[in-house]
């Protein structure tokens, strides 16, 4: 049994906790209302696991980030060094609001969490796929139909947890990369809420390049970033 931090007590963060309690972790849950407020909602809706401080979940074997992309400034860096994270999070300018800075086709989101926490390793995975199909979709290792989630880190050692995390879970990891990479499955690509096979994955990943967002991010980036 292993330990996961995961902060965001919403429907992603619920989810992964369900699955991770399922699958023998030990589990913390927090949330920016803090314990008393997020006990009741997690002991309702992910039985097994434990509401925590953010502070507490960042103490954990693996952390994932299941909050909006925005609150990534209020993250405990000095809490986080040495961790690996893994970052669901992703930019939603409809929710968000316009944030250039979030959406500079020169970097990923997930570079711009590790730039912050520049001490813990970031591993991108888990956000391009809804709550609900990560539930609907978890299979057993092994199972005929199970579904594929795109992995991308630059830590080999944190890579491999990821991987073993996700497998847990019910899915297939598929390694596309470093950290940089992770921009093939942000919102806007082909392999953004989609439900595929390792299989299907790996030829989204491969023909990134050639998609729409793909053909956009390269002449944005041939021009300076701009």
């Given at each position: 049994?292993?330990?996961?931090?995961?902060?965001?007590?919403?429907?992603?963060?619920?989810?992964?906790?369900?699955?991770?309690?399922?699958?023998?972790?030990?589990?913390?849950?927090?949330?920016?209302?803090?314990?008393?407020?997020?006990?009741?909602?997690?002991?309702?809706?992910?039985?097994?696991?434990?509401?925590?401080?953010?502070?507490?979940?960042?103490?954990?074997?693996?952390?994932?980030?299941?909050?909006?992309?925005?609150?990534?400034?209020?993250?405990?860096?000095?809490?986080?060094?040495?961790?690996?994270?893994?970052?669901?999070?992703?930019?939603?300018?409809?929710?968000?609001?316009?944030?250039?800075?979030?959406?500079?086709?020169?970097t990923s989101t997930s570079e711009i969490v590790q730039a912050h926490l520049a001490?813990?390793?970031?591993?991108?995975?888990?956000?391009?796929?809804?709550?609900a199909d990560l539930e609907a979709e978890a299979r057993p290792r092994g199972a005929t139909g199970r579904?594929?989630?795109?992995?991308?880190?630059?830590?080999?050692?944190?890579?491999?947890?990821?991987?073993?995390?996700?497998?847990?879970?019910?899915?297939?990891?598929?390694?596309?990369?470093?950290?940089?990479?992770?921009?093939?499955?942000?919102?806007?690509?082909?392999?953004?809420?989609?439900?595929?096979?390792?299989?299907?994955?790996?030829?989204?990943?491969?023909?990134?390049?050639?998609?729409?967002?793909?053909?956009?991010?390269?002449?944005?980036?041939?021009?300076?970033?701009?």
């Amino acid at each position: 049994m292993s330990s996961v931090g995961i902060v965001g007590a919403g429907r992603l963060g619920l989810a992964v906790a369900r699955l991770a309690v399922a699958s023998g972790h030990r589990v913390l849950v927090a949330g920016s209302a803090g314990p008393a407020r997020v006990g009741p909602v997690v002991a309702s809706h992910a039985p097994g696991a434990a509401a925590a401080t953010v502070t507490e979940a960042a103490s954990a074997d693996l952390v994932v980030l299941a909050m909006p992309l925005t609150a990534y400034p209020t993250l405990p860096v000095a809490a986080l060094v040495g961790r690996t994270v893994l970052d669901a999070t992703n930019y939603w300018w409809e929710l968000d609001g316009l944030r250039p800075d979030l959406a500079d086709p020169a970097t990923s989101t997930s570079e711009i969490v590790q730039a912050h926490l520049a001490g813990a390793s970031v591993v991108k995975s888990l956000g391009h796929m809804s709550a609900a199909d990560l539930e609907a979709e978890a299979r057993p290792r092994g199972a005929t139909g199970r579904k594929a989630v795109a992995v991308a880190g630059d830590d080999p050692a944190a890579v491999a947890q990821v991987v073993r995390f996700v497998d847990d879970l019910g899915f297939d990891p598929v390694v596309v990369g470093g950290l940089a990479e992770g921009i093939r499955f942000e919102p806007g690509t082909e392999i953004f809420g989609g439900d595929v096979d390792a299989a299907e994955l790996r030829a989204l990943v491969a023909r990134f390049p050639d998609s729409q967002r793909g053909r956009y991010l390269a002449k944005i980036r041939a021009r300076g970033g701009r």
